[in-house]
């Protein structure tokens, strides 16, 4: 949520404030505003995206080599000039961005304002860069004093980044239970709530760790401290991310270029952890941990959205091949609940960005409880990432997209090796069928790219029922969450009100719906239920609903009786999902493109939930 970026160097820092905020979009775009001091700090927001910060400074003073950056995901107070960040004292000489929420703004709002402060937006951020104001100015401190006290009464989630007017050569940064990275260049500095808008500059960046403040005085470096105000360790590492990767590569849109990555993406994920010709199938996180894996009472699956969606799959996967028990749960449930966890049970964190707050807060309550932690994400480096006892990455590259598609098929691909990795070390998968699982999963990205050539099939079928005011996903097995996931993906870039159900599950309940207007879309490629899915499709033409059906190559049957059918190559059943879901992801997109939607970031919706 949100998007903060940070120059403190020699260069002009407007150009590389603007350059990171386009690249960090995708985490908010409600509204965008820079402060750069040169002598007096002059702060420019608007609401709306980027390119309107751009239109409305045109040629004002953008003089400065010291500067911050936000792009905003609305929490507190409606997107608006007003509300738009950075936020300014009362003095006006102090200036903040945040991302995160204060959740006690509204005590100490009133305080503040018993001792004569006045407030211009609605928003909790103002409030925080008053409370900093209020510290330095009655208690005479410096201004890193001052934000550490200010740190210590706040309660709630924050990344923050602030300049004072009085201290021109220095910039200050601060982070808890919100990501902040900083960039180390030849004497220039940068601040990102991610890496992308850094990477442009330099390799080399330090996440910074719960209740940390980082000071970077100019042309002098940078020191880090904890809330006590004492210098802690550091380690800098290199990141591995191209500037190529965050541009669309010649495609309309992200979503669409990350559609069509998936044949090497999902290879990537594989790299390394699978050989048909050496018969062998190894997760590192798991080679580690084979004891706790085979010995677990339980593997409870804890994930949001998308990634709890891959996390009912890899249910379906780890109870059939490897018969260990499986929960799914809800991040955002478990956390507020009391569950019971004990030492023998393993805790599988599912996050693209790693710092989906929910799963955060999900991952230390099971760390207190004594269970093992395994992180499966995407971005190296992430909060996840390094709180976990163990974990793989899923190596599929930056997802700029908000509506998620090739990190879900990485997802689905790493649990699928894990899955048959553990089968195999309980002598539950037999030589033949380890082969097998092995050459056919091997198969898959040559599988996925036959499947997005039947794009323009697939963006005619999107032609016919693009009007659509509701939809219906049906699947049954393996394939019931990619029914789920399908129907995610519809209402979160074309609106479209889509709900997901277990096929045998239409007759109770949502049958009621069905009429000419309503197209079903049905995952139909399970030889396992084959005949049950026929009776699904007649049950939804009596009712003059509309089928689109998802079908195997050499289906015959249920071509003759759909609307609409997506041929798809064949796979062994556990491996369905990694092909089912393709033709529904763009079948998503191409609908949303034709009703006129914003494909790579969704209203309302933003990349990396942060905030509860």
């Known amino acids: ?21 386009k690249k960090l979009e995708y985490r908010g775009y409600d509204s965008t505003g820079v402060s750069i001091l040169n002598g007096n700090l002059n702060t420019y927001k608007r ?31 409606a997107p608006n000039h007003i509300n738009a960040h950075p936020h300014s004292s009362e003095d006006g000489k102090l200036v903040l ?90 004497n220039e500095h940068f601040i990102g709530s991610d890496a992308t808008p850094i990477v442009e500059y330099t390799d080399q960046v330090v996440y910074l760790e719960d209740e940390q403040v980082v000071e970077i005085v100019k042309d002098k470096g940078y020191t880090i401290l904890d809330l006590e105000k004492n210098e802690v360790d550091i380690e800098v590492h290199k990141i591995d991310l191209k500037i190529e990767e965050l541009e669309k590569g010649g495609y309309d849109h992200f979503m669409l270029k990350e559609i069509f990555q998936q044949p090497q993406t999902i290879l990537e994920s594989m790299r390394g952890r699978i050989n048909a010709k050496e018969e062998w199938v190894q997760v590192g996180g798991l080679t580690e941990n084979l004891d706790r894996f085979q010995n677990a009472d339980r593997i409870i699956f804890v994930a949001c959205g998308t990634s709890w969606h891959a996390a009912l799959v890899g249910e379906y996967l780890f109870e059939e091949l490897a018969r260990i028990p499986v929960e799914v749960e809800y991040a955002s449930e478990f956390r507020y609940r009391n569950p019971i966890l004990t030492e023998n049970d393993v805790v599988i964190v599912l996050s693209q960005s790693g710092e989906t707050a929910d799963s955060l807060a999900a991952l230390e309550l099971a760390k207190s409880k004594g269970a093992m932690t395994y992180g499966l994400v995407n971005v190296v480096g992430s909060s996840i990432a390094r709180m976990t006892d163990s974990g793989s990455y899923m190596h599929s590259g930056p997802e700029i997209g908000v509506a998620s598609t090739k990190a879900f098929t990485s997802m689905l691909t790493v649990l699928s090796l894990m899955a048959i990795q553990l089968g195999r070390e309980k002598n539950l998968i037999l030589d033949d069928s380890y082969l097998e699982y092995i050459y056919e999963l091997e198969s898959i990205p040559n599988k996925v790219s036959a499947i997005l050539e039947v794009n323009d099939k697939i963006k005619y079928i999107a032609a016919e029922v693009k009007g659509a005011q509701n939809a219906l996903y049906l699947g049954r097995g393996f394939n019931f969450p990619i029914a789920l996931e399908g129907a995610l993906k ?31 879309i049905i995952i139909a490629t399970n030889k396992s239920a084959y005949d049950k899915i026929i009776s699904n499709i007649e049950e939804v033409k ?65 990349k990396s939930v942060t905030v509860e």
């Not at 951020?125 to 510290?135: A, M």
């Not at 064949?570 to 990694?578: A, C, G, K, V, W």
């Not at 092909?579 to 997109?589: E, F, M, T, V």
């Open 1 to 21: 949520m949100c998007g903060i970026v940070a120059y403190n160097g020699n260069r002009s820092a407007y150009p590389i404030l603007i350059s990171g905020l």
């Open 542 to 606: 009596a009712r003059k609903g509309t089928v689109i059906a998802i079908v195997d190559e050499d289906d015959v049957r249920i071509k003759q009786l759909a609307d609409y059918t997506i041929t798809i190559p064949r796979t062994q059943e556990i491996f369905s999902p990694l092909l089912s879901i393709i033709p529904l992801q763009l079948l998503s997109y191409h609908i949303a493109v034709m009703r006129g939607c914003h494909v790579d970031q969704p209203r309302n919706l933003a």
């Open 490 to 520: 519809l209402k979160e870039i074309s609106y479209i009100h889509a709900e997901g159900y277990p096929a045998a599950e239409m007759k109770h309940g949502p049958i009621a719906l069905i009429d000419l207007y309503m197209p079903v």
């Open 97 to 186: 961005v945040h991302n995160g929420i204060i959740e006690n703004y509204d005590l100490l709002k009133s305080s503040l304002e018993d001792l004569g402060h006045t407030f211009k937006s609605d928003t909790d951020t103002e409030v925080l860069v008053h409370l900093i104001e209020e510290y330095k100015n009655s208690q005479d401190l410096n201004t890193r004093d001052a934000l550490i006290k200010a740190l210590n009464k706040v309660i709630g989630a924050y990344a923050i980044v602030l300049i004072d007017k009085d201290s021109p050569n220095i910039l200050y940064g601060a982070r808890k239970s919100s990501p902040l990275v900083l960039g180390i260049g030849e």
């Open 47 to 77: 609401k709306g995206k980027v390119n309107d910060l751009e239109d409305f400074i045109g040629s004002k003073d953008l003089k400065g080599t010291l500067g911050i950056g936000h792009t905003r995901w609305a929490t507190h107070g």
